[in-house]
């Protein structure tokens, strides 16, 4: 979240709307920047002559010489744990998508749990491609993963609850559903050219694991490498249907 932003566009009285209408661009776009997207240096200006606040107090990380010079461009944020992003960002972040959205995770309940994504999924199935690639319940790797957390048969429990809660939008044929079996060292979020990785680390709950934000762009290593894995998972699933 960019925190500064929003304390700005609160002193200057401007709701999201309001700077989307002065700077002619869509509401979505605003709100992408008040959730850590850097716009472009024109733009950056028109924001910071509206709000009054200097650009490199907005994004301190275009500060010359700041730590942030050394981070990889195509990394769009950190966040410390997956419980750190707040409900509403991830459904704009799923909101965003034009063409694609790839969900990669052994159980994604708490994503199943939301009736709000469920309903945006449901929407975007018409003309976005959704994937989405859950774990084989009883597959060897979940019944791994599950003793390693400590929590046993739950983690087949929570697979199968999220396969009943997303049912209907397999049903209508939009959603494409694979159930893989494979080490499950990464979850992976997409939505077009933005990717969220949620890290896994041995005995450590995956809500409490950290989170990192990538962007596409035209010399991006990692997120290229990320979604080469996505697409070695999804080849080994087995394709699934609701009936089924």
């Known amino acids: 979240m960019n925190d500064v932003l929003r304390r700005a566009m609160y002193d200057a009285n401007l709701t999201d709307l309001d700077l ?15 959730h850590g997207q850097v716009p472009h240096r024109r733009t950056r200006q028109a924001v910071s002559r509206l709000l009054g606040v200097d650009e490199d107090v907005v994004w301190p990380e275009l500060r010359p010489g700041s ?14 744990r997956r419980t750190s992003i707040s409900p509403l960002s991830w459904l704009s ?33 018409d003309g976005v491609r959704i994937r989405i690639a859950l774990g084989a319940p009883d597959g060897t790797k979940v019944v ?28 209508t044929g939009c959603v494409e ?11 992976m979020f997409r939505s077009d050219g933005q990717l969220l990785v949620n890290q ?5 709950p995956a809500a409490q694991s950290p989170v990192y934000h990538y962007r596409h762009s035209d010399d991006s290593e990692m997120f290229d490498s990320y979604v080469a894995s996505f697409e070695a ?11 089924s």
């Open 20 to 34: 989307s209408t002065e700077l002619a661009v869509d509401p979505k776009t605003v709100r992408n920047w008040m």
């Open 67 to 80: 730590a942030e010079d050394r981070r990889p461009a195509e990394i769009a944020g950190i966040y410390p």
């Open 93 to 125: 972040f799923f909101e965003s998508a034009k063409s694609e959205i790839g969900i990669l995770a052994y159980s994604a309940l708490f994503l199943a749990e939301d009736a709000r994504i469920v309903r945006l999924l449901r929407e975007k199935g």
């Open 144 to 171: 791994e993963r599950g003793a390693e957390e400590e929590i046993g048969e739950a983690m087949g429990a929570k697979i199968r609850n999220s396969l009943t809660l997303l049912g209907p939008l397999f049903e």
């Open 177 to 187: 559903l694979r159930l893989h079996d494979t080490v499950l060292y990464n979850s």
């Open 200 to 204: 896994h680390a041995y005995g450590i």
């Open 233 to 243: 998972v999804w080849a080994k699933g087995q394709v699934q249907s609701f009936a």
